[in-house]
């Protein structure tokens, strides 16, 4: 069974501090997605990396891809408020149209 | 454009009936994937259709749970005698097609409550 670990569960953090998410497999995605998601409504695409190595960034994010393809991880850089949610890794194992989700990282970002 | 729809957005059933949730993809999407999520958990796979056929069915829990999509479109997760344990938000999305490159598109949801 291919897995997602994510790390850490659950992050509480002052406005301004920076994190890093962690989304872990012993199995090789093609690819991995980023999702973010708010109480009530569902997950968001941040972004998705393809290559080995990649580095993506979006404003105050940066997602990076593990060079062997089993790993990937989410930098915010001077957390704010508004970036309060669920984060989710996600992937389609062994090339499949199935998509898995990780366990998710919940972020408190306190003002 | 319009997003994926899913109704009802909640629904309150007593343990044994049946149930069935709604989902309305976006328009020209090939691929709708149904999940599960607990509070604070990310969404769990159930089964995903590419067009009318359940190209993977295998999160589905037991065979109280099944889904169809009878016109490639439109998609109802049908849940018999309900347990407590069933529970959860119920989540669709939809994709162009069920491709690694593909993004998925989410309903809001409908959060099923099994008394």
């Known amino acids: 069974t291919q897995l997602l670990e994510q790390s850490p569960q659950f992050l509480s953090i002052q406005e301004g501090e920076n994190l890093t998410v962690y989304c872990n497999s012993s199995s090789v995605f093609s690819s991995l997605q980023w999702y973010r998601q708010e109480p009530g409504e569902g997950p968001v695409l941040l972004v998705t990396v393809v290559t080995g190595g990649e580095v993506k960034k979006l404003k105050r994010l940066t997602f990076q891809f593990g060079d062997a393809r089993k790993d990937s991880s989410l930098h915010i850089t001077a957390a704010q408020p508004g970036d309060t949610g669920l984060y989710l890794c996600a992937g389609h194992p062994s090339n499949t149209g199935k998509l898995i989700f990780g366990q998710g990282t919940t972020l408190q970002v306190k003002p | 454009g319009a997003g994926v729809s899913q109704t009802p957005s909640n629904k309150v059933t007593e343990k044994g009936k049946y149930v069935e949730l709604r989902c309305d993809p976006i328009s020209g999407h090939t691929a709708l994937y149904w999940y599960r999520q607990s509070l604070g958990q990310g969404p769990e796979f159930l089964i995903y259709?590419?067009?009318?056929?359940?190209?993977?069915d295998s999160g589905l829990p037991n065979d109280r749970f099944f889904a169809v999509r009878p016109e490639g479109s439109v998609s109802t997760l049908k849940i018999q005698r309900t347990e407590r344990g069933d529970s959860a938000v119920y989540l669709c999305?939809?994709?162009?097609?069920?491709?690694?490159?593909?993004?998925?598109?989410f309903g809001n949801g409908t959060r099923l409550t099994v008394t």
């Open positions: 259709f590419q067009g009318t056929g359940a190209a993977d």
């Open positions: 999305a939809s994709s162009l097609r069920s491709s690694y490159n593909s993004p998925l598109h």
